[in-house]
């Protein structure tokens, strides 16, 4: 099966999530890690932040209706976020989460409104962008896959 | 890479992220430790054997007498309930012999502050979040160590059991072993070092 094209879209659309910003390095060193031993180790990762984040998410947008003026525990889910976007190289989505952060401290709940909002589609464009990603890789094969660099 | 001739050393993680939980399995799997990863300070405890969060007398665990030995921990500092500065406390503080144990603290955020109060309390390492493969690297030396310093301990309790003389004899391999231990010790006072990665 002739996988050039295949392969050039591939290489083409992570370019893409790192020349618009969806993506830094962290997403390189979690590939880095995927290897015969832990054949789908990235898209696992990914799913687990998917998970992990929709729920911080919804508490945050509870927390923002039932406890607007407690800004530390605003800021403390939004950390948590943070942490784990991170992890996974997710540099839009950890940016915003910053400026959630700065409007928390500025105690400006109108700022954590707008910025919760930002954080939602930018959250819905990765996992979107992400799941087509990984789609792709899914074509190619495991055996593909662990043979080629996709950099 | 060296294929390994003898049992892996085991590393216990422990951090609240599911996410992260895997990112740090899988990075120490690559590295070729044994990995146990838990949810919580407490459940860490409950691992190694100390039971109750509470003041509760320490308890002398020691370490090679854990089921499954473990030869690290690394904990996130950022953790609901106990964090991982109060987890590093109730392992290098209020325990007896597992305060051998290294401790490595993991954090997002880069706080000098923080940094200094975890290595004063102990810890051996603080990597900064998303934590590395090339971290990774750093872990084997403090576990070295650590079973340098416990064999020397071992020694020197066998050693006062024993005749005194034994112990100036130049040529006895094990004694100039412990000699050795002992300078490094000397040489490498631990709590006063304020690197962080």
Known sequence: ?151 | MAVATETPFHVLAVDDSLPDRKLIERLLKTSSFQVTTVDSGSKALEFLGIHGEDSSPPVSVHADQLEVAVNLIITDYCMPGMTGYDLLKKIKVESTSLRDIPVVIMSSENIPSRINRCLEEGADEFFLKPVRLSDMSKLKPHILKSRCKEHYHQERNQQSDSNSNERSNPTNNSNSRKRKAEENEEVLPQKNRSRHS
């Open chain 1, 1 to 151: 099966m002739d996988y050039s094209n295949l392969r050039r879209q591939i290489i083409s659309m992570k370019k893409s999530l790192f020349d618009q910003g969806y993506l830094d390095e962290q997403f390189n060193q979690l590939e880095e890690l995927q290897d015969d031993s832990s054949p789908n180790f990235v898209e696992e990762v990914v799913a687990l932040f998917f998970k992990d984040s929709s729920r911080l998410l919804t508490n945050i947008e509870r927390a923002l209706e039932k406890y607007p003026q407690d800004f530390y525990r605003l800021d403390s889910l939004a950390h948590q976020f943070k942490g784990s976007g991170s992890s996974i190289g997710a540099l839009r989505m950890k940016n915003e989460c910053s400026m959630f952060k700065a409007h928390c401290s500025d105690r400006n709940l109108e700022g954590c409104r707008r910025s919760l909002q930002k954080m939602k589609r930018e959250h819905a464009t990765l996992k979107q962008k992400l799941e087509t990603y990984f789609q792709l890789l899914r074509q190619v094969g495991p055996r593909e896959r662990a043979v080629n660099s996709w950099k």
